[in-house]
């Protein structure tokens, strides 16, 4: 399909008021997150969205890499918000993911502390979000959103393990314009009602499927063990240690102990 095409009919489909109204389609990129932080420099308004079909160099969380083959949706939004709501992003974009992929597939898909997006235990969906804060204003956050759609992850010695899809989950082919079309609508939905106050930490902390079990956390510089407890409103994991303090970690990679 020409690039013109994807984009007036991913438009076509969109109920939103900015989120997607720039929309910038590339069949290949080397990833969506360089151009989103291009079209920033270049003053691109907020809710400006940039889709490639694949991604030669697709970025994943703490410096690896995301593979985006043909069948993927890989989607970077350029948002601007307050302050204050830079640490909803992350809540506010697994949710969207959530709900798009269950109106699109009719799917129910679990969310892993922070933000990775699961089917059956494996990863269908990962989000990294770019952020650029000076003198107390966020000058840009770019959310990065990426989904196995229309391909056997099982064929990718990488991620075989691992990962999954759309189409294997469901045994069907998935639109990927609906599906950019519903991801965008939830994420401005949620985001709006986010930036009036209202709290997304509960919703997300519904689709959690880290909560209540003993987990492993890599923060990068610690390794915690203990049990995933609760969120807090700003999304960290409370965990309670064996020795039966709470912790609260901002970030890290979470690894479900089988007991
Ligand atoms: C992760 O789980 O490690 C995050 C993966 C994020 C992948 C998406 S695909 C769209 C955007 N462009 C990128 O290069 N990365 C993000």
């Known amino acids: 399909m020409k690039s013109q095409n994807v984009a007036t009919e991913i438009k076509s489909l969109l109920k939103t008021r900015f989120v997607g109204r720039q929309l910038h389609y590339f069949p290949t990129l080397s990833t969506t997150m360089d151009t989103?932080?291009?079209?920033?420099?270049?003053?691109?308004?907020?809710?400006?969205?940039?889709?490639?079909?694949?991604q030669t160099a697709g970025k994943g969380r703490i410096g690896r890499s995301w593979l985006s083959p043909e069948g993927s949706l890989a989607m970077s939004v350029i948002l601007k918000p307050p302050l204050k709501n830079l640490p909803h992003l992350v809540m506010i974009a697994a949710?969207?993911?959530?709900?798009?992929?269950k109106q699109v597939s009719g799917l129910d898909a679990a969310i892993k502390?922070?933000?990775?997006?699961?089917?059956?235990?494996?990863?269908?969906?990962?989000?990294?979000?770019?952020?650029?804060?000076?003198?107390?204003?966020?000058n840009y956050a770019d959310i990065g959103i990426g989904i196995n759609v229309n391909f056997n992850a099982g064929d990718l010695p990488e991620i075989a393990d691992i990962a999954t899809s759309l189409s294997h989950e469901s045994y069907k082919e998935i639109s990927v314009v609906q599906?950019?079309?519903?991801?965008?609508?939830?994420?401005?939905?949620?985001?709006?009602?986010?930036?009036?106050?209202?709290?997304?930490?509960?919703e997300w902390q519904q689709r959690m499927e880290t909560l209540g079990k003993r987990v492993k956390?890599?923060?990068?510089?610690?390794?915690?063990?203990?049990?995933?407890?609760?969120?807090?409103?700003?999304?960290?994991?409370?965990?309670r240690r064996d020795d039966g303090n709470l912790v609260e970690i901002g970030a890290g990679d979470v690894t479900v102990i089988k007991e």
């Open 36 to 54: 989103a932080r291009e079209l920033v420099k270049q003053g691109a308004e907020e809710g400006t969205v940039i889709i490639a079909g694949t």
């Open 179 to 202: 599906l950019a079309a519903a991801l965008m609508d939830e994420l401005e939905r949620l985001y709006l009602a986010a930036r009036d106050g209202i709290p997304v930490h509960r």
């Open 113 to 138: 502390w922070p933000n990775d997006v699961l089917i059956n235990g494996k990863k269908v969906c990962g989000i990294l979000i770019e952020t650029e804060v000076a003198e107390g204003k966020v």
């Open 95 to 101: 949710l969207a993911v959530v709900g798009a992929i």
């Open 217 to 239: 956390v890599d923060t990068g510089r610690t390794i915690e063990h203990g049990v995933a407890e609760t969120v807090t409103e700003n999304g960290n994991l409370v965990l």
